[in-house]
């Protein structure tokens, strides 16, 4: 059992950088991918990027990458989303998700993680 607790979000004008953070609970956090995903109002939840157990590869939507990077720390059970460059329709509520990783999964398919947190808000104004 994994239990995630997403920090950091507020509200910010474009051109600013903001980093959420996932806590998450549980020993066993070094053997799970994690995933962040965001969801607009009145839109789908949509992926944003992913690590695998142990850092060494990383997956970005095409609409954050080269904006947002995604790191992990195992020994503090933490993951974090360092977003730079926000602009307006990066406006969402943004959620950690957490899977056992095998190395085979789809990391940008949200039907592919068992866990999830409540989500953080961010808000970026024009």
């Known amino acids: 059992q994994v239990q995630l607790v997403e920090s950091g979000g507020g509200l910010v004008q474009a051109g600013v950088s903001l980093r959420l953070s996932c806590a998450a609970s549980g020993r066993t956090f070094i053997c799970y991918a994690m995933g962040w995903f965001r969801q607009a109002p009145g839109k789908e939840r949509d992926f944003v990027g992913a690590?695998?157990?142990?850092?060494?590869?990383?997956y970005y939507a095409d609409s954050v990458k080269g904006r947002f990077t995604i790191s992990r720390d195992n020994a503090k059970n933490k993951v974090y989303l360092q977003m730079n460059i926000l602009k307006p329709e990066d406006t969402a509520v943004y959620y950690c998700?957490?899977?056992?990783?095998?190395?085979?999964?789809?990391?940008?398919?949200?039907?592919?993680?068992?866990?999830w947190g409540q989500g953080t808000q961010v808000t970026v104004s024009s």
């Open positions: 998700a957490a899977e056992y990783d095998t190395g085979r999964i789809a990391y940008y398919d949200e039907r592919r993680y068992t866990y």
């Open positions: 690590i695998s157990w142990n850092g060494g590869s990383t």
